[in-house]
């Protein structure tokens, strides 16, 4: 019910009287007020006043179930929805619920991992209650060759959500690295079960550095955070659900096309590395290209010094910046 009333405050941006929150959920005046004195408990400001009823000023930087459904607009995680204030990795413990056959479009959220997994083995640090770790696990109709696609659908998201929040212009860097002032707030680990007689199931994992500012030394270079960027401190939960209604969006957008076509353009646009020379690094050999963008198949075209076309798939190459991370 707490909830509930909460999505009803969120929702309203000026007082919600007290009765017609009765009247929506069919309980008493007491127990709304119960759950308001809850919340307040919590940590939420919510003003009442005689006659108006209540009113929402400010919520807690807490990242709950309660806290990102009160702040979804429409019921758009078709699955479930968990947090949890420590796990080891929000992937495995998406893996460990397919295993169990927990359903498409379930979301595993958590306020600090202890074991968070970057790509190519490295770690992900995950400290607690000022970033966001969470994985989405999807079992999709669609061929193996467009799994990888899912990754790019995600930074799309994941840079519509950071531009609406700090009114900044993010940047990608081939293929789901999201910057800010050519810094990484944002890595994404997609992994997908290979056990041939189980359900096949994707992991899309998204890492935001939201409200951090202190960045390990050997990341310090090459890190930032939604806050250190922007100047502003942003709202994990509400941040969150942004991110989850735009990864519908641009999900729904690919799974009809079956290709990153309906948003290729937007992109190429934030696409860092376009126009670029980059450091293809192919089975430990490296080469110099310049970038010239994505295709609708979520690869990389590239072009060497005798003008000769190429596209690079993300399992087959990496790409670095030639003087540093970008
Ligand atoms: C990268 O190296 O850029 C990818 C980082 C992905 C980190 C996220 S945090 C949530 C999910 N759980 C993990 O253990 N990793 C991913």
């Known amino acids: 019910m707490k909830e509930k009333i909460l999505q009803f405050l969120n929702r309203q941006s000026g007082f919600v009287s007290g009765q017609k929150i009765c009247d929506a959920l069919g309980v008493s005046r007491t127990a709304v007020w119960k759950c308001i004195n809850s919340l307040k408990e919590e940590g939420y400001e919510i003003e009442s006043v005689t006659r ?60 600090r991992q202890t074991k968070g997994k970057g790509r190519r083995g490295k770690t992900w640090s995950s400290p607690p209650g000022q970033d966001i770790f969470f994985s989405i696990l999807l079992r999709p109709d669609l061929p193996a060759d467009c ?10 998201a994941v840079a519509e959500a950071v531009d609406q929040v700090t009114g900044m212009s993010s940047q990608i860097k081939w293929p789901n690295d999201i910057l800010l002032n050519q810094k990484k707030v944002c890595g994404i680990l997609t ?41 502003k401190t942003i709202n994990r939960a509400s941040f969150l659900a942004t991110v989850l209604s735009y990864f519908c969006k641009y999900y729904g957008m690919f799974h009809e096309k079956r290709d990153v076509s309906p948003f290729l353009e937007n992109y190429n646009e934030k696409l860092v590395n376009r126009g670029h020379e980059v450091k293809l690094v192919r089975k430990g050999e490296e080469q110099i290209r310049t970038a010239l963008g994505m295709n609708e198949k979520g690869e990389l075209i590239v072009v060497d010094e005798q003008g000769r076309k190429e596209a690079v798939f993300s399992g087959e190459v990496s790409v670095r910046g030639i003087y540093g991370y970008v």
């Open 52 to 111: 108006k009823g209540y009113r929402l000023l400010q919520s807690p930087d807490l990242l709950t179930r309660e806290s990102v459904l009160s702040c979804l607009k429409d019921n758009i995680v078709p699955g479930e929805l968990l947090c949890f204030s420590s796990i080891d990795s929000t992937n495995e413990e998406a893996k460990r619920r397919a295993g169990e056959g927990a359903p498409d479009g379930s979301v595993y959220i958590a306020d």
């Open 147 to 156: 799994i990888s696609m899912l990754t790019l659908v995600a930074a799309m």
């Open 191 to 231: 992994e997908m079960n290979v056990e041939i007689d189980s359900d096949y199931y994707v992991v899309v994992g998204i890492g935001i550095n939201v409200n951090r500012t202190e960045f390990d030394e050997e990341i310090s270079f090459m890190a930032g955070s939604l806050k250190k960027e922007s100047g």
